[in-house]
């Protein structure tokens, strides 16, 4: 049943990414993070470090490559060396984030 998940979701996972806009971080794809640039359409908002974001300010939402983290991560069986890898995975992506 999993297996048939994953397979119909990396059929799916292309559309999905089109469709929605996502950009890839990096093309070495080793990073787990895609992103969308969007607008901001909110009030004027002033973050903790003074930082204002006004209305039409560019924005990137971050999204999580599933399908990837999943099937990097299917053949484990623990849990908490799944949660480990994902750490590692989402630590050494920060700095493509970054950079991006």
């Not at 990073?31 to 908002?45: A, N």
């Not at 039409?56 to 299917?74: C, S, T, Y």
């Amino acid at each position: 049943m999993r297996n048939c998940f994953l397979s119909i979701w990396s059929v799916i996972d292309p559309f999905y990414y089109f469709f929605s806009r996502l950009t890839l971080i990096d093309q070495t794809k080793s990073s787990i993070f895609r992103v969308r640039l969007t607008k901001y359409k909110g009030i004027d908002v002033v973050l903790s470090d003074g930082t204002v974001i006004k209305k039409n300010d560019v924005l990137i939402k971050i999204h999580l490559h599933n399908i990837k983290l999943i099937k990097e991560l299917q053949n484990i069986e623990s849990a908490v060396r799944r949660g480990i890898l994902i750490y590692q995975k989402a630590y050494f992506s920060m700095p493509i984030l970054a950079e991006y």
